[in-house]
């Protein structure tokens, strides 16, 4: 299908929820993490995202059960005419259930053409929205249940980055760089995609792009009292039938 990734693999470990991506050198090596994989792929910019938590502790198995469930039961409402917030009040009532918190300050997101994040915004709360599912309608729903606070922050260095527009630069290598991200058509990117082909000159050039607002940096973002997070995720099409399509399921 000549499918490419639609933002680098996230691995996102324990009390971490998003965003953390390892960068070349990295050497992690998993033992009793609570891990949650987040992969996005595309074909001729039609994205699809999907996300699972992985308990390699064998304590955690509530937790994991807690987001995958609350996904499973807000694809069950979702039809043309369900409110936003009707979504959201399923994924808290069944994250409640099991006496963890719902990630209020992250949701679910509509999918456009070279676009992973825009407009519905799909809580995992009940946020009293009324904006209505509606035909046509392609997004993901992707609870996140916490141990903690229920609150994530910006948490440690960023290695995922988007660019956001295009400016004159100085240096050579910053042109080079710049010219091969615009490949990604807009699509975010990682540090560790950069350093393998332009080795470490590729952490110049980001810094470069980050100070003239060229690109935007994503930090991992963890539940702010460092609660273990799970996530659980899968992409909708509602299509002009008003049937509700799962892309992302197997």
Request: charge should be negative; glycine fraction near 10%.
């Amino acid at each position: 299908l000549g499918a490419k990734p639609a933002f680098p693999v996230q691995l996102s470990l324990n009390h971490i929820a998003a965003h953390f991506c390892p960068d070349e050198d990295d050497k992690t090596v998993f033992s009793e993490q609570l891990i949650n994989l987040d992969v996005g792929v595309h074909v001729d910019g039609y994205i699809g995202d999907n996300a699972v938590t992985v308990d390699l502790s064998g304590k955690n198995e509530a937790l994991v059960k807690a987001s995958r469930e609350a996904l499973e039961e807000a694809l069950k409402v979702i039809k043309i005419g369900t409110t936003l917030g009707e979504i959201g009040r399923t994924i808290q009532e069944i994250i409640s259930e099991y006496g963890f918190s719902p990630v209020r300050n992250l949701s679910g997101h509509g999918l456009g053409h070279f676009k992973q994040h825009e407009k519905p915004s799909i809580p995992n709360f009940d946020t009293g929205d009324k904006t209505k599912i509606e035909k046509g309608m392609v997004f993901a729903v992707e609870p996140f249940a916490s141990t903690g606070s229920g609150i994530v922050q910006d948490s440690g260095e960023a290695a995922v980055f988007m660019l956001l527009n295009k400016k004159p630069v100085r240096s050579q290598i910053t042109r080079e760089v710049l010219k091969f991200i615009e490949g990604y058509e807009g699509l975010p990117f990682c540090r560790r995609w950069l350093t393998k082909k332009f080795g470490a000159k590729a952490n110049f050039a980001l810094r470069e792009m980050l100070q003239t607002g060229i690109i935007k940096a994503y930090p991992p973002l963890a539940d702010s009292n460092k609660g273990l997070v799970s996530q659980a995720e899968h992409s909708v099409l509602v299509d002009n039938g008003g049937e509700v399509i799962v892309l992302t399921e197997l």
